[in-house]
């Protein structure tokens, strides 16, 4: 199946820093999203996108859909403490109106953020 | 409240000993779906059901099986589990209607952590 490579493996800042990751895909997806896991809970979904190129915010966040189809990043800015968790990229391919709910996730970026 | 519930949360077995999770969805969605989470593989696919009686492979689907007899419950079953299916399982929903964003956008369960002996 397709597969995502997802980096960084982690990452530790002190609170009021940027933070950036990103995804890459071995084939293309018509779908990116960004979740974020809180411990002990299941991922929330963060931000969807859905067109080539498209760079859309929510608060803090901002993530872009590359331009190849192949890859997205995200970006936080003046991380806070809350941020803390884990963060994943996945992708959705849509075919005759549907995706299905099918998924296919990174393997995601663990980030702690030291007041 | 929306919500997707699994049940049991923790469950600690022993090899073979047959196995069933439940999840269950309030929302009337058509989608649902099993994943595991495992530490460097993030969330995998195990199978997934796109309405009542219809199911398909994930990526990851040895192992396991999975029924769809009604539109809010989607059961996983581990006839036999093995120690390599000691992990953490996440059942999700989703709407096959409405605009895109409500189609993409997957409501997990609070996952089940499973240990195998």
């Known amino acids: 199946g397709q597969q995502l490579n997802q980096s960084p493996q982690s990452m530790f800042i002190q609170e009021g820093e940027d933070v950036s990751m990103n995804c890459t895909s071995s084939?293309?997806?018509?779908?990116w999203l960004w979740y974020k896991q809180d411990p002990g809970e299941g991922p929330v979904l963060l931000i969807a996108?859905?067109?080539?190129?498209e760079l859309t915010s929510n608060g803090r966040l901002t993530a872009q859909f590359g331009i190849t189809r192949k890859d997205s990043f995200l970006n936080i800015s003046a991380s806070i403490p809350s941020d803390v968790g884990i963060y994943f990229c996945a992708g959705q391919l849509w075919a005759g109106g549907t995706s299905y709910g099918k998924l296919t996730f990174g393997q995601g970026t663990i980030l702690t953020v030291h007041p | 409240e929306a919500q997707v519930t699994q049940n049991p949360r923790y469950l600690i077995t022993v090899t073979g000993k047959k196995l069933t999770v439940t999840c269950s969805q309030n929302m009337n969605h058509e989608y649902m779906s099993w994943y595991r989470q495992d530490p460097g593989l993030g969330l995998r696919q195990i199978y997934y059901s796109m309405n009542v009686e219809v199911t398909d492979k994930g990526d990851v689907p040895e192992g396991y099986k999975v029924s769809r007899k009604e539109k809010r419950n989607f059961p996983l079953i581990l006839e036999s589990p093995s120690p390599n299916q000691t992990s953490l399982y996440f059942c999700a929903s989703s709407s096959a209607s409405g605009a895109r964003v409500e189609q993409d956008t997957q409501y997990f369960g609070p996952g089940t952590r499973l240990t195998v002996l």
């Open positions: 084939s293309i997806f018509n779908t």
């Open positions: 996108l859905y067109k080539a190129g």
